[in-house]
């Protein structure tokens, strides 16, 4: 996927048109019993089940709407998962919930009223849901507290696939971390159901992973091409390397940043999706919250005050996220991309970040450094009864 697909993918609120059924709007109230359906009792508050083996987990669905402090249980989660990633952080949810016009649904385990497991969702009309971070992502997960047992989440995904049964809803969960033991939970659970559940292998994040900061630097550096690239450019008088992690001149930086990427696919048969204002203002909310959340680190370089190179970097531990990319044509013979590298993975190794993650994609530049890669699949959902999403999802994989 190129850089431009990525960008491409935020207004995508139901991928690949996949989702078909009825969403109720009655009201129903729900009594705690195990693993009780949660029809469309959500719909008018929330919806809630428990565990009866003796443990204290609850299981909710919200709307934020009428329940906003989920989100404040969201944070508390969040903080605690240990993925921690941005693409999942409450900031950048909370802007994606503010955009889209169709609902936000939070669906939550708690434990003793402290929240243990959550996914946040958007649902269509037509009952088809994602998550909610689809709109801008790399890699979407489930936040789990790390004392979570087996036995809660088997009760937590049950609960999710009891809800996709009684509501008719359509899951499609894309860009699913592979190497999470709990995704073949989920779809061993939701074939004992008897929900259709399929999935298919979707992508890749490359990565380079050192055992150090230090050593991460060493071995980007030990390219001469990215050297070569780097040291050509800090030659010249008018040339600066550019490294930001605050809110300095944001606005300003997007907006080059978009300038560019219009650029750089230009008379292409992909054009940039930054023609659309509606997205550019999408986009720097998207930053603005990352950073108001201090994850947010962008790097550039300037020739002659002009920006010719971007890179949008996301903290999530010690591992920095390569977001997004673009860089300006008329300077494609310095290598930029190339140079960016090298300067992110000096800036890594005296910031404590000992992984380069170059996020979804299989692009060949990643691959020229890359040390490894992060598998990603793709999860589909829904009553056996709808064929519709079926035939859809079947083509899909087909693709695949």
């Known amino acids: 996927m190129h850089e431009k697909e990525r960008h491409n993918k935020v207004m995508e609120g139901k991928p690949d048109g996949i989702g078909s059924g009825t969403l109720g709007t009655e009201h129903t109230d729900i009594a705690y019993k195990p693993f009780l359906p949660i029809g469309h009792g959500w719909?008018?508050?929330d919806a809630y089940d428990r565990m009866t083996d003796g443990s204290t987990l609850e299981f909710r669905i919200s709307d934020p709407e009428v329940s906003p402090e989920f989100w404040d249980a969201l944070d508390q989660l969040w903080e605690i998962d240990p993925m921690k990633s941005p693409i999942q952080s409450p900031a950048i949810l909370r802007h994606h919930s503010n955009y889209i016009s169709h609902r936000t649904v939070v669906i939550l385990g708690y434990r003793l009223g402290r929240p243990v497991a959550a996914v946040v969702l958007q649902l269509q009309n037509d009952g088809g849901a994602t998550f909610l971070s689809d709109l801008k992502t790399d890699v979407n997960h489930f936040l789990f507290d790390p004392?979570?047992?087996?036995t809660e989440k088997d009760f937590f995904f049950r609960s999710i696939v009891r809800a996709i049964k009684a509501n008719n809803w359509?899951?499609?969960l894309n860009n699913q971390p592979a190497w999470v033991?709990?995704?073949e939970q989920l779809e061993r659970i939701a074939r004992e159901e008897g929900l259709y559940c399929s999935s298919v292998p979707h992508s890749a994040c490359p990565v380079v992973e050192a055992t150090t900061p230090q050593e991460l630097f060493k071995y980007v550096n030990g390219f001469r091409e990215l050297r070569y690239r780097v040291n050509r450019l800090r030659k010249r008088d008018d040339v600066e390397f550019e490294i930001l992690i605050d809110d300095r001149d944001l606005e300003g930086w997007v907006a080059e940043f978009c300038d560019v990427h219009v650029l750089r696919w230009a008379d292409t048969p992909t054009p940039s999706h930054f023609l659309d204002t509606d997205l550019r203002?999408?986009?720097?909310?998207?930053?603005?919250?990352?950073?108001?959340a201090g994850l947010l680190v962008r790097f550039a370089i300037k020739v002659a005050g002009q920006r010719i190179g971007f890179v949008v970097g996301l903290r999530a531990g010690d591992v920095l996220i390569h977001h997004n990319t673009t860089y300006h044509?008329?300077?494609?013979?310095s290598s930029p991309g190339k140079a960016l590298i090298h300067i992110m993975a000096e800036w890594m190794s005296k910031?404590?970040?000992r992984i380069l993650d170059f996020g979804n994609g299989r692009e060949e530049y990643k691959y020229s450094v890359a040390t490894g890669e992060n598998q990603?699949?793709?999860?589909?959902?829904?009553?056996?009864?709808?064929?519709?999403?079926?035939?859809s999802a079947e083509v899909i994989q087909g693709v695949y």
């Open 181 to 183: 033991d709990h995704l």
């Open 351 to 353: 910031y404590g970040f």
């Open 147 to 150: 004392t979570v047992t087996g």
């Open 43 to 45: 719909c008018g508050g």
């Open 281 to 292: 203002v999408f986009y720097l909310g998207c930053l603005k919250a990352w950073s108001e």
């Open 329 to 333: 044509t008329d300077h494609s013979r």
């Open 170 to 172: 359509s899951w499609t």
């Open 376 to 391: 990603l699949k793709r999860i589909f959902m829904s009553r056996r009864s709808n064929i519709r999403f079926r035939v």
